[in-house]
């Protein structure tokens, strides 16, 4: 089940419609984005703190608290969160 406002077609895969969502861009532009990261060949899945920086300062507030409920609220804080409060 795609969490409420995202709808999966024939021709999109949920995790992009989330991302594209989360993010504010077009499904279009995350998909040509990871064709450019498999061409490179930088070998890593791990996602740039740059980007991800990037993208929090852009999102709204609502866009932020989906992303919470999707992730997971336990998620956010156990690893995102508490290890910085030590």
Same mark, same amino acid.
């Given at each position: 089940m795609l969490p409420i406002g995202l709808r999966a077609t024939r021709t999109s895969?949920?995790?992009v419609a989330l991302a594209a969502r989360v993010f504010g861009v077009s499904e279009p532009l995350i998909r040509e984005a990871l064709k +450019? +990261? +498999?061409k490179n060949g930088n070998g890593t899945s791990e996602p740039n703190l740059t980007v991800l920086s990037?993208?929090?300062s852009r999102?709204?507030?609502a866009v932020r608290?989906?992303?919470g409920r999707v992730v997971g609220v336990n998620v956010v804080w156990d690893?995102?969160?508490a290890p910085?409060?030590?």
């Open positions: 895969n949920p995790t +450019r +990261r +498999r990037r993208a929090w999102a709204t507030p608290a989906e992303f690893d995102a969160v910085n409060l030590i």
